[in-house]
């Protein structure tokens, strides 16, 4: 386990910052509650991320409006929750208050604590199927750069590090600590088994991924709908046979095969949809190898880009979108959609696994 080097003391209410979201948990919401707990358990991960873990210092508890370890962890976890959509939870890790016997610099006979038994709380994020897994990886990357407002010398915090890096860029792939050996193998080798009911969902597709011939494909759009699921719990499995009245995931379905068809039909664009247990993707184009120049060009047309605010006079950030007037049985209907922000690289889908597209939406699903 690390540990940071705190400076801790009083502070006011966390600050607004500007949000930055997690590579795939944009079309989603993670739930973010105030003072609320949001711990580690085995039914997290198999693999997660350990973005930081901090030690009770020996002073802890005798600095009044100092803030203890345990709350700096609660902070930081509603902060990648809140701000970056980021499924966080922390990681209690016990210590040992015993003395044990040593011998000081005169020989004398000393009792001290063994602070490498400190009691510690890691904070721990993302649920993935595998170390190897891209968005695992992708995700990781991005924890790198964070910055969190939480972690800052307005809230009380000092940490050290290069001139321009955050405070995680040791952070690392593990197994959920809380599993054993057998347990994450078992957890991961679950998740690598063909799942019978994507292949289901996607084979009488039109424009199906599973059409793609290229070993790697560029994610443009996910559809969630979240906003009927609202109040629900992320983790809730819901698919598209069940015989529900207003079905979220009947409307994703619907969003995603309507784009993947407009862009086919008014872009030209070589698109593609997926279908998963949870909610579902448009994708454009098929590569052979990462290094193709095509996706950075193909990158370049859907990211994000600096707009005028029209309203706000002020540039700004923004989606890329996608209007077709005139559309419906009447012809009165504009349709918009919203393109990623950042467009993800993914590994095409095999028709006899599940690969690791199938489980893009492990951020969204877990809380």
Sequence with gaps: MRSVVLRLCA??????????????????SIDAVPGRKYELSKAH??????????????????EENAKTAEQVANELVFELRSKNNLPAYVYRVNGDDSLVDTIDRRGNKDQR???????????????YPSLDDPL?????????KLKPKCLSPENGIVWFAKAGQG????????????????????????????????IKLNSSVNHSLLENKGKYTLQVAMFTG????EGTLAAQKTNFFEEKQHNPLDVAAI????????????????????HDH??????????????????????????AKEKLNLETKVVEIQPEHMWIEKTGRNQDVTRMWAFMPEPLLIPVPQMRTSSSLARLPEAIRRR
Aim: glycine share 6%; net charge positive.
């Design 226 to 229: 979240r906003k009927v699921m």
């Design 45 to 62: 991960g198999p693999v997660m991320i350990m973005v930081e873990t901090f030690r009770r210092s020996a002073n802890e508890g005798n």
């Design 167 to 198: 405070p995680f860029q040791k952070a690392f792939l593990t197994v959920n600590p809380l599993l054993s050996t057998e347990e994450a193998q078992t957890r991961m080798a679950a998740d690598a088994k063909p799942d019978t009911l994507l």
């Design 255 to 274: 969003d995603a095969n309507d784009l993947t068809l407009a862009l086919r039909q008014h872009r030209g664009r070589e698109a593609y949809v997926w």
């Design 278 to 303: 949870y909610h579902s993707i448009v994708t454009v184009g098929s590569y052979d190898s990462k290094t193709d120049p095509q996706i950075l060009k193909d990158i370049e047309v859907f990211r």
């Design 11 to 28: 502070c006011g209410l966390l600050a607004a910052s500007s949000f930055s979201l997690a590579p795939v948990a944009r079309a989603g």
């Design 136 to 144: 695992a990886k992708q995700t990781l990357a991005f924890v790198k």
């Design 113 to 127: 604590k063994n602070l490498h038994k400190v009691e510690s709380f890691g904070v721990i994020a993302g649920n």
